[in-house]
């Protein structure tokens, strides 16, 4: 069994574990770790860094009956991964659905360890506190002789796991440095990208097919934040546009980076309401979209109304009208991953109803996100939301596919 460690948007983290590894089965999963069946340590490990959400990922190696069986057997485990040679190692205690007093349990195994011979393994700790990406790094326990225990309570039942992943805070700033920061646009998180990519993609094929056929455009391009997180999963066919040539320029220098010799990147300059100029939508097999939808102009609290609302929906929707239509006029049958706006003013929010009429009406079905069996929902019409705390404009995320 798998547990991962969830992020603050536990729902997205649990529909892209979900979709990514289509043969896994949900078993468990409260609001900040998941356990799932029927995927391999080497899946996770070999894919880890295309997931977006997760942060941590344990295998789960016993069920305990006692939390006093901790420190007897976290040290069996550590001792029989220490270098004999040298006896140089690095450990690390953390614990999720409970309080227990890990600090005490990790210098228990200390002694222990010593008395064993062992004297020099290093219990990383400082307090009680699990340890966190940042101390991961500042400790460079990534390139050392290390093993991190986890001791979970689930369901009333204990569980001790070593982790297997560690999510590199350093890839994403990599990744982000490569884009021009004096553009005054709403950027879309290069996780919260990641993950509509593996939402989008279609489960039956294999990773290695979805890499080689997949294509993918996003016609709202910005800035390519997609697009790059497209390229950097090993997407092999990329196509971005956007009405702003500063944008367009942007992202083909965003993305000329990220470009291998087996993949290939086309951004250009289109007006999504004349979508219907978009040709290579006819006939090309396999091709999602996959794209944060313009939000309408940047508000802040202090000038955001419900009359400026309601002028933002006027505009999107008869972008949004002339886009969908034309996708059912040429039947394209591909999956759709998108987020659309809605808005929070003084607690009260207000949805884009109208817009999930429209789809209805052409006959664009949303595709639920979440496993069947599990105890949250998503909203009532299966889309998942995601918001930065102090933002007003929200994103509602949907899987759509013409009917
Ligand atoms: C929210 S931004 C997308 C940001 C992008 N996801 C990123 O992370 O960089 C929306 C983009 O839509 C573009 N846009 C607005 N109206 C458009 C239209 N009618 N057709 C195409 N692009 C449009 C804007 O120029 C802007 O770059």
Sequence with gaps: MIAF??????????????????????????????????????????????????????EILEELQEEKNFPVESEKIISEKIDFETGKFCYAFAQYGMNSNIFSSGIKVKKELKKANFKNARFVNKDSNNVNAAVFKKEKLRSLTWIELNFIKAEDRLFLGKTIAYQDVDS???????????????????????????????????????????????????????????????????????????????????????????????????????????????????????????????????????EKIDLERDTLYKIYKWFFSWLKKIHFKWDIVICFPFWELKWKYIYFEEVYRLLRDLGFETKKLLPDNLEFKETRSWSLLYHRPGQQVWREIFKLKLG
């Design 172 to 306: 994403y700033s990599a990744r982000d440095f490569w884009k021009s920061r004096d553009m005054w646009i709403g950027m879309l998180p290069p996780k919260l990208a990641q993950m509509m990519i593996n939402i989008a993609l279609t489960p039956t094929l294999s990773q290695r097919e979805r890499e080689k056929n997949i294509s993918i455009y996003d016609p709202f391009c910005g800035l390519g934040t997609i697009l790059i997180e497209a390229l950097n999963s090993g997407y092999s066919n990329v196509y971005g546009s956007d009405l702003n040539e500063k944008m367009v320029e942007a992202t083909s220098k965003n993305i000329s980076f990220y470009l291998k010799q087996t993949t290939k990147a086309e951004v250009f300059k289109q007006d999504s309401s004349q979508i219907e100029k978009v040709d290579f939508l006819k006939w090309t097999r396999n091709i999602s979209i996959i794209s944060e939808w313009y939000l309408g102009s940047i508000m802040t609290k202090w000038h955001v109304t419900e």
């Design 5 to 58: 460690i969830l992020w603050r948007e536990f729902r997205l983290s649990i529909a892209e574990i979900n979709n990514f590894f289509s043969n896994s089965k949900l078993i468990f999963a409260d609001r900040e770790i998941a356990f799932f069946e029927w995927i391999s340590v080497d899946e996770i490990t070999s894919n880890f860094y295309k997931l977006g959400w997760n942060i941590k990922v344990i």
